[in-house]
């Protein structure tokens, strides 16, 4: 089974309460921290679902993001969060992914762990930020002369997310991968929409593929099921 690029875009979480206002969806006061609560022992548990072209099922499992003990890993300090199948494929080991703040505390990088060391520290989710508004995580240009770079971009602040019978604000993200080869041909590579509700923190995740023929169609799906925020747990 194929598993989706973080949660890490994954992963994360709504902290604090506030409402999304202005015109950069943000409210006075507010920074990332509003919508990120590290605090350790803070879990999100999914219901994934991979699928063909068609639509069809090919597998489902559970998987659980868990937030762990601060930790240092020099030049930087931030938190381990672990995702790993407590369902179908019992996978115990995880990922494990390091997590800190911006010093402005307004975009969350994440960087995995392999042997003690992190791979290159990159931008996952910055808040706040207006509707249409695009942030550029990182850009690449590569011996071949192929360019590869990560866009955000923020769709909506105006949708909402039904859990147990109430509706949450959520903020709805896309995260769009594009190659420029070296003939300056664009095309899309990779294509993530990421859901973010208020109280709970990530909830939905749809990962895009392509066909032969070029059109996107949905191969995973997750959807939150149960979760535990600052002390808060709630089962669906």
Same mark, same amino acid.
């Given at each position: 089974?194929?598993?989706?690029?973080?949660?890490?875009?994954?992963?994360?979480?709504?902290?604090?309460?506030?409402?999304?206002?202005?015109?950069?969806?943000?409210?006075?006061?507010?920074?990332?921290?509003?919508?990120?609560?590290?605090?350790?022992?803070?879990?999100?548990?999914?219901?994934?679902?991979?699928?063909?072209?068609?639509?069809?099922?090919?597998?489902?499992?559970?998987?659980?993001?868990?937030?762990?003990?601060?930790?240092?890993?020099?030049?930087?300090?931030?938190?381990?969060?672990?995702?790993?199948?407590?369902?179908?494929?019992?996978?115990?080991?995880? +990922?494990?992914?390091?997590?800190? &703040?911006?010093? !402005? *505390?307004? #975009?969350?990088?994440?960087?995995?762990?392999?042997?003690?060391? %992190?791979?290159?520290?990159?931008?996952?989710?910055?808040?706040?930020?207006?509707?249409?508004?695009?942030?550029?995580?990182?850009?690449?240009?590569?011996?071949?002369?192929?360019?590869?770079?990560?866009?955000?971009?923020?769709?909506?602040?105006?949708?909402?997310?039904?859990?147990?019978?109430?509706?949450?604000?959520?903020?709805?993200?896309?995260?769009?991968?594009?190659?420029?080869?070296?003939?300056?041909?664009?095309? +899309?590579?990779?294509?993530?929409? &990421?859901?973010? !509700? *208020?109280? #709970?923190?990530?909830?939905?995740?749809?990962?895009?593929?392509? %066909?032969?023929?070029?059109?996107?169609?949905?191969?995973?799906?997750?959807?939150?099921?149960?979760?535990?925020?600052?002390?808060?747990?709630?089962?669906?």
């Amino acid at each position: 089974m194929k598993t989706s690029r973080l949660f890490f875009l994954a992963t994360l979480t709504l902290g604090l309460l506030a409402s999304c206002k202005s015109s950069t969806d943000s409210s006075p006061g507010e920074n990332i921290s509003t919508y990120i609560s590290l605090a350790s022992g803070n879990y999100w548990n999914f219901f994934q679902t991979d699928l063909d072209s068609n639509g069809a099922t090919k597998s489902v499992d559970t998987l659980q993001f868990i937030v762990g003990d601060p930790m240092n890993v020099p030049p930087h300090a931030g938190n381990l969060w672990v995702r790993h199948s407590i369902g179908k494929y019992k996978d115990d080991s995880g +990922d494990s992914l390091f997590v800190t &703040l911006s010093d !402005a *505390k307004n #975009i969350l990088y994440y960087g995995r762990i392999s042997q003690g060391t %992190t791979k290159p520290i990159l931008p996952t989710l910055k808040y706040p930020m207006a509707v249409g508004e695009e942030f550029k995580m990182w850009d690449t240009t590569f011996a071949d002369h192929t360019r590869q770079y990560e866009v955000l971009t923020l769709v909506s602040s105006s949708e909402s997310f039904a859990f147990n019978g109430t509706n949450y604000p959520m903020l709805h993200y896309t995260d769009n991968r594009i190659t420029v080869d070296s003939l300056g041909t664009q095309r +899309d590579t990779s294509r993530l929409d &990421l859901f973010f !509700a *208020k109280g #709970i923190g990530p909830v939905r995740l749809l990962d895009y593929s392509k %066909t032969d023929g070029g059109r996107w169609y949905v191969f995973t799906k997750q959807e939150l099921i149960e979760y535990k925020v600052l002390s808060v747990h709630v089962v669906k």
